[in-house]
């Protein structure tokens, strides 16, 4: 068979639908004002119902949700406090502050386990 051969299956891709990772589906009943009340509140959030409920519940689970701008956010932050941890643990070797130093460089090693689970959360 050739490449151009009209005959020639394509390969078989599943529908988007059963390529999420999220495949269960939740419903609930609400009365009209709460639903009004909901519809309202998810719109202030300027995300779709669906997506707002997900992250109520997953709040709520103790799992709060983080966006990627978010996330990409915290990532530069963290990376400019560490620059600062770094000066001053520089600072306080050059004067002595042995004590402190140690402190520093712990708290630097924080920031660093920190600042890499986000960016395997980015990937």
């Known amino acids: 068979m050739s490449d151009t051969d ?3 299956e394509e ?3 599943k529908p988007k639908s059963e390529r999420r990772k999220t495949k269960c589906v939740f419903s609930f009943r609400a009365t009209p004002e709460l639903a009004k ?3 309202k509140a998810a719109a202030n959030t ?3 119902m669906s997506s707002w409920l997900r992250a109520l519940a997953l709040e709520a689970l103790g799992q709060p949700e983080m966006s990627r701008p978010v996330l990409t956010k915290l990532y530069v932050e963290l990376g400019k406090i560490g620059v600062n941890l770094n000066q001053i643990t ?3 070797n050059t004067n ?3 004590e402190l130093e140690a402190e520093l460089r712990a708290t630097m090693a924080e920031m660093v386990t920190l600042r890499k689970q986000i960016a395997d959360a980015l990937k």
């Open 6 to 8: 009209e005959n020639a």
């Open 11 to 13: 390969p078989i891709r």
């Open 37 to 39: 009340r909901l519809k």
């Open 46 to 48: 300027d995300r779709k």
């Open 90 to 92: 520089k600072h306080a």
């Open 96 to 98: 002595g502050q042995i």
